[in-house]
Every structure is written in structure tokens, then in C-alpha cells.
């Protein structure tokens, strides 16, 4: 998909990127990672991307990709927690000293709490920098893969600590938003903001993209910190005012515990389901609807679900903690967080008004070109790296 421009201003360095996570998948996280390996790529750096055993399909990359010894027994695509996770971490760990160690890598760029332990490790052994990209921060994140309050509260209690420890291990930051950036410099680390940048053009819709009314689509994973039983509530609400009204739930996870929570909720009658393998899939479906939804209330990510709704000229209806990459009221529409009710009439008004809804997907397709462009995240990062060799 990337298309970035060369660029002349930094030396082309050698860095070991270590991810722990399988690679690659229709996640999101995984997506802009790979976005971002493709892209500094292809401007002359070399990169070594170093992740986990497996992955949700093949593809062919200007990379290298390493990756930890099969564990047949693991596949799991999922983000979250789980006891296998630690053991894949530290095999991680090695496989990225071991990387580093053998191409002579100049700086370790690490993303998420377990790529920065990992990654910590290989960077200390080798003597190199240490990069931290953090897309997220545990105490927001990591409650909301637990139902019952004890457990939940333990996690945040974990979340808490690494949040403390795991970023003052670099010698160096990236935050994805601005917020974000200043929730690492009161836990002793100073980060470089670099919002998300993508592939614009590929999202591009086509002339003749015929947008299905009234229909509503959610991109992404299923996982508990998204919110989804939020937006089914909401679907409730919106198919007893608009009962022609759908919701196409494109997902690479499992099909079958979307339709559950359909079911659930009472509202399997109104949805579709689709599983999505790649960009391309996900791409085609947003090409079909009239608007995407975000009902996610964690503030700390950056949905990328959201710059690819708005390069493919869709509005937004987003809850307030996921309101990156849109302008309220321009490009979408943005309501208090878990409040079914509110997001119901959002969705509504922009089902209501297909006028107004193009013209706000017009407007975040040209917000997504202006500010969210790949080239100027690489810009970004290349200047992120220069700042580990001269502070």
C-alpha cells in the first residue's frame, strides 16, 4: 500500500522494530506497525521487524521479518492477556538480541509494554538506543479485559506499576497523541508526538463507490476496552426509530461472538457480519456504508479504525475517549462516553441527513490527506530516531 517518498534528511540507519504481537493481522496496532516498517523501508532504512510466531496471513514485505520459534499450539491473534504471553515474550527478548546482535542494528524501536521489555533487553545487551512507542497506556487499558471488579481492579493495580517503570526504561519516546505525551512526561519520559499516518490513497473510494443506505459499519477487533455492547445498545435504539437501519460489523476476529453479542443484545436482526483478512477487505466494506462508528470510551489509544472511516470518505460518530482523527461537528459527530442514548441520535441525525453525511466524509477524507498522511508520520519518526544520538 505504501507509496512514501524517499527522503534525504536523515542517514539511512539499520533498526531492529520489535513488536509482540503476531504479524501480520487486521488489528489495528499491527497494521500501523506494519505501515510504518514499509514505509522507512522503502525511504533506505533497514529495518528488522521482530514479533511473534505466527500470523492471520502471508504478504510479502521490503522488510526483514524475524520471528520468535513456532509454538504450534499458539495462535491467538487477540490483544490481551493471557499465560502464554510471558514465555513468547521472553523468547522474544532473545530472538531481538539475537537480531540485533547479527545485523548490527543502531537503535531498537520497541512498541507496547511487552515489545519495550523485550526490546530493553536486546538494546542494553548490544549497547544501542532504546525506542518507546506507546500506543496505549496499561491502566486505562488493561481493567477492561476483565469482568469480574476484583480482577479488574488488580489489572488496573498492574497497570498502574508498568505504567511507572516500563517507560523510563528508554532512552527515547514516541506518543500517538498529544494527551498521551503528557501522561508519559509525568511518569519521567519525554515523547515526541507522532499521530498515526496511513496510506490515504489506497482508502481512496472510487467514483462510482455506491454508499449503501442506511447503512452503519464498525471496523476492528471485538475486545472488551472497544465498547461493542455500547453500540448494540445503541443499534436498539436506532432501529426502533429507523427499523431499516444496519449495522455491518467487518471484523478479522472470530464471526461467530459478534453474532453472540448480536444475539444478546436483541439486535442480530439488524447487523451483518464480515470477516476482514487485510486491508483490502476492510477497505471494500467502508466503501459500502453511509457512516462508521466508534463507541470505544479508553482514551489512550488512537483508534486507526478512524483515519482509515475518514480516507475512505466516511463521517464519524465517535464516543469522547476515542475521538482522534476527526474534527466535531466538520468530519463527525462525537457524544459522551458510554451513553447508548447519545450515540443512537448521532447516528440518527447523520442516517437522517445523507447530504450532511457526505459532506462531512468529504471533509474528513480531506482532513485525513492534510494531516494523517504517511509521509508525515515517517518525517516524524526519522526525527524521533536522530533525537536517541543526540541527547
Same mark, same amino acid.
Given at each position: ?5 524517499p527522503a ?19 488489528q489495528g ?33 521490503p522488510f ?17 492477556p493471557?499465560l ?11 530472538k ?17 509494554y511487552?515489545? =519495550?521489555l ?8 548490544? %549497547?544501542? !538506543? $532504546?525506542?518507546?512507542?506507546?500506543? /496505549? &497506556?496499561? #491502566?486505562d ?11 479488574s ?5 498492574l ?27 509525568a511518569?519521567?519520559?519525554?515523547a515526541?508526538?507522532?499521530?498515526p499516518?496511513?496510506?490515504? =490513497?489506497?482508502w ?7 454508499? %449503501?443506505? !442506511? $447503512?452503519?459499519?464498525?471496523?476492528g /477487533? &471485538?475486545? #472488551? ?12 435504539i ?18 461467530q ?31 459500502r ?9 479508553s ?6 479504525? /478512524? &483515519?482509515? #472511516? ?7 460518530v ?61 518525517d ?7 533525537s536517541c544520538?543526540?541527547?
Amino acid at each position: 500500500m505504501s507509496k512514501a517518498r524517499p527522503a534525504q534528511s536523515v542517514h539511512p540507519l539499520t533498526v531492529a522494530m520489535v513488536a509482540a504481537m503476531p504479524y501480520p493481522s487486521g488489528q489495528g496496532t499491527q497494521a500501523l506497525v506494519g505501515e510504518m516498517a514499509r514505509g522507512l523501508s522503502l525511504r533506505g532504512h533497514q529495518v528488522h521487524l521482530v514479533c511473534y510466531h505466527h500470523q492471520a496471513f502471508a504478504r510479502t514485505e521490503p522488510f526483514t521479518v524475524h520471528r520468535i520459534r513456532p509454538v504450534p499450539f499458539y495462535q491467538r491473534i487477540r490483544s490481551g492477556p493471557d499465560l502464554v504471553k510471558p514465555f513468547l515474550d521472553l523468547m522474544l527478548a532473545q530472538k531481538a538480541a539475537s537480531v540485533v546482535r547479527s545485523h548490527c542494528c543502531q537503535l531498537v524501536h520497541a512498541h507496547n509494554y511487552e515489545g =519495550a521489555l523485550a526490546g530493553c533487553w536486546a538494546a542494553k545487551l548490544n %549497547r544501542v !538506543p $532504546l525506542l518507546y512507542h506507546a500506543h /496505549n &497506556l496499561m #491502566a486505562d487499558e488493561l481493567p477492561r479485559y476483565f469482568h469480574s471488579a476484583p480482577a479488574s481492579k488488580l489489572a488496573q493495580t498492574l497497570g498502574v506499576g508498568l505504567d511507572h517503570f516500563v517507560p523510563r526504561l528508554a532512552d527515547a519516546g514516541i506518543a500517538i497523541h498529544q494527551r498521551l505525551a503528557a501522561a508519559l512526561s509525568a511518569r519521567g519520559l519525554a515523547a515526541h508526538v507522532v499521530e498515526p499516518g496511513i496510506d490515504t =490513497a489506497f482508502w481512496a473510494p472510487a467514483k462510482n463507490t455506491d454508499r %449503501r443506505h !442506511p $447503512l452503519m459499519i464498525y471496523t476492528g /477487533n &471485538l475486545d #472488551a476496552y472497544q465498547d461493542l455492547p455500547i453500540l448494540f445498545r445503541a443499534l436498539q435504539i436506532v432501529r426502533n426509530k429507523m427499523p431499516a437501519a444496519r449495522l455491518l460489523i467487518a471484523t478479522p476476529n472470530e464471526i461467530q461472538q459478534a453474532r453472540k453479542m448480536a444475539v444478546d443484545h436483541g439486535v442480530i436482526d439488524g447487523c451483518e457480519f464480515a470477516f476482514t483478512s487485510g486491508a483490502a477487505d476492510t477497505r471494500k466494506h467502508l466503501h459500502r456504508a453511509l457512516l462508521a462508528v466508534t463507541p470505544r470510551s479508553s482514551w489512550s489509544g488512537f483508534p486507526i479504525k /478512524n &483515519l482509515n #472511516a475518514a480516507a475512505a470518505g466516511l463521517p464519524l460518530v465517535c464516543c469522547a475517549g476515542s475521538a482522534f482523527g476527526l474534527e466535531p461537528g466538520m468530519t463527525g459527530l462525537v457524544v459522551d462516553n458510554a451513553d447508548p442514548k447519545a450515540l443512537a441520535d448521532a447516528m440518527i441525525d447523520l442516517l437522517q441527513n445523507p447530504a450532511r453525511a457526505r459532506r462531512m466524509g468529504q471533509a474528513g477524507r480531506r482532513l485525513a490527506e492534510n494531516k494523517y498522511s504517511l509521509a508525515g508520520s515517517l518525517d516524524a519518526i526519522e526525527r524521533a530516531w536522530l533525537s536517541c544520538f543526540t541527547s
